[in-house]
């Protein structure tokens, strides 16, 4: 998959550096997967959940953080929409996010 904005997570997990290798690790893996369907997504990570709008939601850290992406199955495309703390993931509609956001994180 061909992930766009790498650069979000960078700058997440340089403000938070204990989610720095699982971050790494998370962009590693999902670039070199191919996924067509939701079910493909939580095949490969199966705390993953899919949601409306072509959304997924990742887990970090063990639940420290939460990371919301949007996905075009058809181009092999994953976007960053969100990626922070849990009480900031409490604050935003993962299904409606449009870009990515920073505030609270």
């Known amino acids: 998959m061909n992930i766009y904005n790498r650069s979000s997570l960078i700058a997440f997990y340089t403000r938070h550096p204990d989610c720095k290798e699982t971050l790494e690790k ?3 893996d999902v670039e070199s997967k191919i996924w067509k369907k939701p079910g493909d997504v939580t095949s ?13 939601i990742f887990s970090i850290n063990h639940n420290d953080y939460r990371l919301i992406v949007e996905i075009n199955y058809l181009k ?30």
Request: hydrophobic share 35%; no cysteine.
């Open 26 to 28: 998370w962009y590693h």
């Open 76 to 105: 092999g495309w994953v976007f960053i929409k969100f990626i922070g703390t849990h009480a900031a993931y409490d604050k935003v509609d993962p299904e409606m996010i449009n870009r990515f956001h920073t505030k609270g994180n």
């Open 44 to 56: 490969d990570f199966n705390s993953a959940r899919t949601i409306k709008n072509s959304r997924a």
